[in-house]
């Protein structure tokens, strides 16, 4: 009789996609990350292989690296939103905002938002915007630290709840790019 199998034990942590999202900053130099986390040979896996093996035009998709042959752990994967646009906007994305989420997920690792223990386990996809008219790469790098850490926090934590949700969106919809007029509200 053949002896019984179990089950691979579940993970403890992610055992699903988590989702977050965190917009810091003002102007050119605000950034806006939205993080999917997942477990090595989930769905999550096959999102992150498909997204770095099929660039396009203007969205490279890369490793996110702390140096050079350092990857932060989790493996993160950066998918830019915004196309190369001049030097300075080449040198934010690659340089002061892949160093701001580099260290932003380093951060939430450090503080156990992310267990070291299973960091080898997870992936981590990242869409940043990086602004075509950014002019300080040092507030580049601020805000995508703190991004990059709120966005890992919001789906860590599972926020914003949908009390929270409905809450704003009583008092209305507004993001840096719009806010509606209440005439506009108005139903």
């Not at 939205?34 to 396009?56: C, D, M, Q, Y």
């Not at 950066?78 to 646009?85: G, I, M, S, W």
């Not at 892949?98 to 997870?122: H, K, M, S, T």
Request: hydrophobic residues 50%; glycine residues 10%; without cysteine.
């Amino acid at each position: 009789m053949p002896t019984p199998v179990s089950p691979a034990s579940p993970p403890g942590f992610a055992p699903t996609a988590l989702v977050g999202e965190s917009f810091v900053g003002d102007g050119a130099n605000a950034a806006h990350t939205n993080i999917v986390i997942g477990r090595k040979g989930g769905p999550v896996e096959t999102a992150w292989a498909t997204a770095l093996a099929t660039p396009s035009a203007g969205h490279v998709p890369f490793l996110t690296v702390v140096r050079p042959s350092v990857p932060v752990k989790p493996l993160t994967l950066f998918v830019t939103k915004a196309a190369a646009a001049g030097d300075l906007h080449e040198r934010a994305t690659w340089g002061s905002a892949q160093a701001g989420l580099a260290q932003g997920v380093a951060d939430a690792v450090g503080e156990g938002l992310i267990p070291a223990a299973e960091a080898d386990e997870l992936l981590i996809i990242a869409a940043v915007w990086v602004n075509p008219a950014v002019d300080d790469l040092d507030v580049s790098f601020r805000n995508q630290r703190a991004a990059a850490y709120g966005a890992v926090r919001a789906a860590v934590t599972g926020t914003p709840t949908v009390a929270e949700v409905l809450a704003a969106a009583e008092e209305g919809p507004a993001n840096p790019f719009y806010t509606p007029t209440p005439e506009v509200l108005a139903r």
